[in-house]
């Protein structure tokens, strides 16, 4: 399996798709449809539905019978050092190592199958780096370039949230000084 990379968003009215490529291969489109407030993905011929926010689980169903899961350790995506991800009967576990790394593990023995960051653009442009010789099913892969995603947007949305209510409230000093 090789690293998989976003592609470019297309907006059309409510509806985002964004690619997610392999090289350069769409393994799958995701549409996101901010009216509907739903997004799926087309992996292969079959269709993925998700639910995520920024507080508890995030879930992608394959039809009936299939759900994949991932869960934050502290309830929210954005205050979360590490996130439990069950795709099948195997179970991944994200840590975050530093400000914005985060690799993937397989449990039970911690083996490293992937890596990716949210550093110099990584939120834009995320890439899921697999580890050489790592064995990931596509259906393992696309979720999990799709946590890493919801990850790293979760943890942007809350840092700009904080940095907006400092300014907010550091504004009727910062107006004081300088009109003094």
């Known amino acids: 399996m090789n690293n998989l990379h976003w592609g470019a968003r297309d907006k059309s009215g409510a509806q985002v798709t964004i690619p997610l490529l392999q090289g350069d291969e769409v393994l799958a489109t995701f549409v996101t449809d901010h009216k509907a407030e739903t997004t799926t993905a087309q992996v292969g011929d079959r269709t993925w539905t998700f639910e995520a926010g920024r ?8 039809g009936d019978s299939i759900e994949y899961r991932a869960v934050p350790s502290k309830g929210r995506f954005d205050r979360s050092d590490n996130v439990t991800v069950t795709v099948g009967k195997r179970t991944f576990k994200l840590t975050r190592e530093a400000k914005s790394d985060w690799i993937v593990e397989v449990e039970p023995h911690n083996d490293k199958v992937a890596q990716f960051t949210g550093a110099q653009h990584g939120v834009r442009h995320v ?3 697999v ?9 393992e892969a696309v979720f999990l370039a799709w946590v890493a995603r919801i990850v790293l947007e979760a ?3 809350g840092f700009t949230w904080i940095l907006t209510v400092c300014l907010l409230a550091l504004t009727p000093f910062i107006v004081w000084v300088f009109l003094l």
């Open 55 to 62: 507080k508890g689980d995030a879930v992608a169903r394959v």
């Open 127 to 129: 890439e899921l780096e």
């Open 131 to 139: 580890e050489e010789g790592a064995e990931l099913s596509q259906d």
């Open 155 to 157: 943890r942007l949305v």
